[in-house]
């Protein structure tokens, strides 16, 4: 693992924020370890994400996965953003410790929520709307 990366991924946090009027969100609570995951996408007509960002409750592997993801995400159209793949991420990384390599799955679950809502053509919610499901 590129620690420095992982350390700069974490302090900068990149795509860290709530996204005003979205095309889409999504959102992934992980019950093994309470933490939740939405993703915020801004989709132009030819169904590029042109903006992506992400709000997590997470430990640092879960900001810098997400941030790794926005960073993967942008510019690709929601077809090519639904083939990110954990083994991308990991890459990006230069690999995972081995107790968290769940973080990418988990991370990549909520982005393919956003794209599925997208498709679908499900109203984008926020963070506050999100929690507010888990009570």
């Known amino acids: ?9 974490v302090t900068d946090r990149t795509g860290f924020a709530q ?3 979205p095309t889409a969100t999504g959102e992934y609570f992980s ?17 590029r994400i042109v903006d992506i960002s992400y709000f997590t409750t997470g430990c640092g592997f879960g900001v ?12 690709k159209t929601v077809d090519e953003a639904s083939n990110i793949s954990t083994e991308d991420i990991e890459a990006y990384l230069g690999g995972y ?6 973080y990418p799955v988990r991370v990549l679950e909520a982005l393919n929520v956003a794209i599925g809502n997208y498709k679908s053509s499900a109203r984008p919610t926020t963070a506050a709307e ?6």
């Open 19 to 21: 996204m005003s009027d």
């Open 64 to 75: 810098a996965t997400a941030a790794i993801v926005t960073q993967l995400a942008k510019g």
């Open 31 to 47: 019950d093994s370890c309470g933490d939740m995951y939405t993703f915020y996408l801004k989709i132009d007509e030819s169904a």
């Open 130 to 135: 999100s929690f507010a499901k888990l009570n």
């Open 1 to 9: 693992m590129d620690f420095p990366k992982f350390q700069q991924l």
């Open 97 to 102: 410790p081995e107790r968290k390599k769940d």
